[in-house]
């Protein structure tokens, strides 16, 4: 069956230091996503993105973050320079079809922590 | 703005226990509400859809019925099982808003034997 795929599973880094957290969405989705959930709090949007660029973004996703497609698999979401509230779980999801309709399907996550 | 509102956690259940977790929303629009699950370990997997007023949906025995009278999206199993044990997070995605979900805070189920 296919599935969406998220590397790391658990990055941590030092404050104020880059990361990137990558995604392999399903082959043949249109859309992507990014959502973070805090420990402890709701799940979150971040951003949306399809045909290569931002759809929507949430106010969450300043100018410290962005995505890339960068070879027609890989989704990759960087943060430039974190801090520590940027510590929390960052899932990756792709759907087919980006209406309301359509199943959306998410990684397992990566764990970012912040020292 | 949209949003959706979900019973507080943890619930702690006997095996073969009726389970109701509740959910209610906000829109501005006429949205399809979802209840995704989340396995210890594991990332978010749909759990039951259901895209119109007065639609059920349904999945390893967990329902849901779409109430746009009283905006809500309850989810119940008639009998829990161990393997039940995860987190449930009810979620709404709203038209013209490209896919995008809006989710409650989850609401972690454990059953016990």
């Known amino acids: 069956e296919p599935e969406v795929t998220q590397t790391p599973s658990h990055q941590v880094t030092q404050m104020g230091q880059e990361v990137i957290l990558r995604c392999v969405p399903i082959?043949?989705?249109?859309?992507f996503y990014w959502y973070r959930q805090i420990l402890g709090q709701k799940v979150e949007f971040l951003v949306s993105?399809?045909?290569?660029?931002?759809?929507?973004k949430s106010e969450i996703f300043d100018d410290q973050f962005s995505v890339e497609r960068p070879d027609g698999s890989n989704f990759t979401l960087k943060i430039r320079s974190t801090k520590l509230e940027d510590s929390a779980m960052y899932f990756c999801?792709?759907?087919?079809?980006?209406?309301?309709?359509?199943?959306?399907?998410f990684g397992q996550g990566t764990r970012l922590t912040v020292v | 703005g949209d949003s959706v509102t979900q019973m507080e956690g943890p619930v702690t259940l006997s095996e073969e226990a009726f389970l109701t977790i509740n959910c209610t929303y906000t829109?501005?629009?006429?949205?399809?509400l979802f209840w995704y699950v989340q396995y210890p370990g594991e990332g978010l997997q749909l759990l039951l859809k259901?895209?119109?007023?007065?639609d059920k949906g349904s999945n390893k025995g967990f329902e849901a019925t779409y109430r746009k009278e009283t905006t809500s999206f309850h989810l119940e199993k008639g009998s829990v099982q161990v393997s039940d044990s995860a987190v449930y997070f009810c979620?709404?995605?709203?038209?013209?808003?490209?896919?995008?979900?809006?989710f409650g805070q989850g609401t972690e189920l454990s059953v016990k034997p």
């Open positions: 082959s043949n989705h249109l859309y």
């Open positions: 829109a501005t629009g006429y949205p399809s």
């Open positions: 999801a792709s759907s087919l079809m980006g209406d309301r309709n359509t199943e959306a399907f």
């Open positions: 259901a895209t119109k007023a007065d």
């Open positions: 979620a709404l995605s709203d038209y013209n808003q490209g896919g995008k979900l809006i």
């Open positions: 993105f399809y045909n290569n660029e931002i759809s929507e």
